[in-house]
């Protein structure tokens, strides 16, 4: 599976992004898919999951309340809505499908896309 994100960019705190994911070269539906990021200097960390079906869906404590995960099957397509965006989510954000066992672990998921740079200024 080849995974592309996009849609990260520079906004001003308080602001909204939509990341998108887009899946090919495999079976989209088969997967849990799920969003990490990685500040600099920091180590990557979790921030939101959604099962193959949807549901149930999994945040992260810093993203809880202001980030939405969703997919859409039919269009191989996952996103990441971004509301009241702050310094501290600068970071690069990169999508993951796979297993999703182990929800918020990177070695749950097998195939990992290239990461799109997001940039919150205060």
């Known amino acids: 599976v080849q995974l592309q994100a996009s849609g990260g960019g520079s906004v001003q705190a308080g602001g909204y992004l939509r990341l998108s994911c887009a899946a090919s070269?495999?079976?989209?539906?088969?997967?849990?898919m799920a969003w990490f990021r990685q500040a600099p200097g920091k180590e990557r960390e979790f921030v939101a999951a959604?099962?193959?079906?949807?549901?149930?869906?999994y945040n992260a404590e810093s993203a809880r309340g202001r980030f939405t995960i969703a997919r859409d099957n039919s269009k191989n397509m996952a996103y990441l809505h971004m509301n009241n965006l702050k310094p501290e989510d600068t970071a690069v954000y990169y999508c993951?499908?796979?297993?999703?066992?182990?929800?918020?672990?990177?070695?749950?998921?097998?195939?990992w896309g290239q990461g799109t740079l997001v940039t919150v200024s205060s």
């Open positions: 993951a499908v796979g297993s999703g066992e182990q929800v918020g672990y990177a070695r749950s998921y097998n195939y």
């Open positions: 070269g495999g079976t989209f539906i088969s997967y849990s």
């Open positions: 959604i099962s193959w079906s949807g549901s149930p869906t």
